[in-house]
């Protein structure tokens, strides 16, 4: 497809928004047509489902869980991201597969194969070009989160180990797949990540229209 697929990934806290929006104004300032989205929650459709996912109160069977992730990736990308990606266009998107290979993979422990198995099957295979992996101790994640937040999604409240888990999922994929995942101290300076991101992306931008 004649446009780029960026995906930014890591931790709770790690400063994900904030590298996507200094790296959207980046890209539009040089004239590209840019799509900013998330999972769960890029669409109609997705913002009911992360609702369920992210906020139901009680408990939720992990499989079930997987299960709604990969139909809100099912949805979002046959929906939104793919035919951005056939106009040409950029698209920018917090969090994907390798999410969901973390967080329900390794943090759930239902292995990280057979979800992202699961997830590839609902996109018809589609990986991002680029991926920025934004890593960061969580421990320091959670003191970040802490000043941010008066309320914790179902994710976010759990424990010191799940979190490891999800950070030693995200540190393996990016050793298997170097070319497609830049990993980035997140306890650098906000400019300085930046700066790093536009390196690794300059080589893949489409000629603007």
């Given at each position: ?150 309320r914790y999604d179902r994710l976010e409240a759990e424990k010191q180990e799940f979190h490891s888990r999800v950070r030693d999922a995200f540190l393996e994929r990016a050793a298997k797949e170097p070319d497609r995942i830049l990993v980035v101290d997140a306890a650098r300076e906000v400019a300085e990540i930046a700066s790093m991101i536009r390196e690794r992306i300059q080589d893949h931008l489409?000629?603007?229209?």
């Amino acid at each position: 497809m004649p446009g780029l697929f960026i995906t930014l990934e890591g931790g709770d806290g790690v400063g994900k928004t904030t590298q996507s929006q200094l790296l959207v104004r980046w890209l539009e300032e040089a004239g590209h047509t840019v799509v900013v989205t998330r999972e769960p929650g890029g669409t109609d459709l997705g913002l009911e489902l992360r609702e369920i996912v992210l906020h139901r109160r009680g408990e939720m069977e992990p499989r079930a869980e997987a299960l709604i992730y990969a139909a809100d990736r099912a949805h979002h990308i046959a929906t939104l991201v793919r035919p951005a990606l056939e106009r040409g266009e950029i698209v920018v998107q917090d969090r994907y597969i390798d999410s969901s290979e973390a967080y329900q993979g390794a943090g759930r422990i239902l292995g990280a194969d057979e979800v992202r198995e699961l997830s590839l099957w609902a996109t018809n295979g589609l990986l991002p070009d680029v991926t920025v992996l934004l890593d960061l101790d969580p421990a320091d994640s959670r003191k970040r989160l802490d000043k941010a937040r008066t309320r914790y999604d179902r994710l976010e409240a759990e424990k010191q180990e799940f979190h490891s888990r999800v950070r030693d999922a995200f540190l393996e994929r990016a050793a298997k797949e170097p070319d497609r995942i830049l990993v980035v101290d997140a306890a650098r300076e906000v400019a300085e990540i930046a700066s790093m991101i536009r390196e690794r992306i300059q080589d893949h931008l489409p000629q603007p229209a």
